[in-house]
């Protein structure tokens, strides 16, 4: 089976890749980055490492979409939605 997954017109790389880190998925055409946030983000510690390399990442020039895992089982059309609207290209002039 192929790492590699489609949204729409979004392809996602699943564990790639970037600086330091594997991401869990990755669109390069849209530098965005989906990280799926299970139980054991819920510590200080561990929220403190979200934070630093969701930082990372932005200095890399990645948008960064973070999302539970449980909200991926339970509101897996909302994600996908959210998912669609926050990797749109920006139309701004």
């Known amino acids: 089976q192929s790492p590699n997954r489609q949204l729409g017109d979004l392809k996602f ?3 790639a890749p970037v600086g ?3 991401v869990d ?10 990280e ?8 200080d ?4 490492r979200d934070v630093a390399r969701s930082d990372e990442l932005s200095r ?7 999302v539970s895992n449980a ?12 998912l669609l609207a926050f990797a749109a290209p920006d139309e701004a002039p």
Not at 25 to 34: G, Q
Not at 36 to 43: E, V, Y
Not at 45 to 48: I, N, R, T
Request: with cysteine; proline share 0%.
């Open 25 to 34: 998925f990755l669109c390069r055409e849209r530098k965005v980055v989906v």
């Open 13 to 15: 790389v699943r564990q």
């Open 20 to 22: 330091d880190y594997f």
């Open 71 to 82: 909200d991926v089982f339970e509101h897996m059309d909302e994600v996908l939605a959210a």
């Open 60 to 66: 890399r020039g990645y948008r960064v979409f973070r």
């Open 36 to 43: 799926l946030d299970g139980g054991t983000h819920s510590t």
């Open 45 to 48: 510690a561990e929220l403190a």
